[in-house]
């Protein structure tokens, strides 16, 4: 029997992607993690392709509204939804309109608190939790969800805040002190094919590709701010899963948890954009 595209994808996550069915959780040990987590956002991206795509130059990216609300309203209201009270806010371009435009939190019931990058210099995701972190912005006693609000989280069927958690939770009984979320598959932007020999024996257009794809949301323990320190320099621009997120893996204490692929719309271009507004539509 030839093999076919699915039946190959198949095979390798079988091999790269297999999930802990076994660690459980109380529903008491995620509200005690509801309890003691906080919520950090970088917000300070230009997003540039999409702001161009959407004629919304004057704006910053995660402001741009998806359902009668901006990306980031859309992420706190969920947290807030679950009992989560504190956000750090990580802003950047246009950082007093990101400000203004959530304001300290009271309209959903939390505290927001903001930090700005450093001397207006672009130091990315790592920097800015390091400067959050050096300036009291983020509590480092806390666990964190860093949520990238333009990562859009749809159709599960419980709240995403929670699920994140409680895989966390299992992670923590398996010696992990942090979680990534992601997806088993993604699309492949091309039509894919089986070659054997020069002949095509399979050809499928946007095939799903079955290696985990990072959501863009990953969960700290505060063991986890040490590496942030010593790790990361705020005279260099750096992403935390390029510096820290390495070292995390190489002494097997980063966990993972799946959730289902269409759950993920990562609004980074229009399609994005209009995906999301459909789905939340729905």
Known sequence: MTDTLESIMAEIRSRINTEDTETSVSSDEIQSLIENTQIVMPAGGKGTRIRAETQSEGINKVMIEINNESMIEKAVSDYSDIGIKKFAILTGFL??????????????GVEIKYSRDPGGKK????????HALNNGTIDDSMVSIVHNPDDVIVGLDRPYGEIFLEG?????KNGCIATFVVVPTSPFQYSGMVIEKGIVKDVTKYPPIAIPAHTGITVF???????????????????????VCPVITSKNKMFAINISSGSWIPVNDLKGLETVRKKLKE
């Not at 309109?97 to 959903?108: C, P």
């Not at 130091?123 to 390091?130: E, P, Q, S, T």
């Not at 966390?168 to 923590?172: F, L, N, P, T």
């Not at 323990?221 to 510096?243: A, G, H, M």
């Open 95 to 108: 950082a007093e309109e990101v400000e203004d435009h959530l304001g300290d939190g009271s309209k959903w």
């Open 123 to 130: 130091v990315g995701n790592a920097g800015a939790i390091l």
């Open 168 to 172: 966390h939770a299992k992670g923590r």
């Open 221 to 243: 323990d505060p063991e986890v701010y040490t590496y942030f320190r010593d790790l990361v320099s705020l005279e260099v621009e750096s992403s935390f899963e390029n510096v």
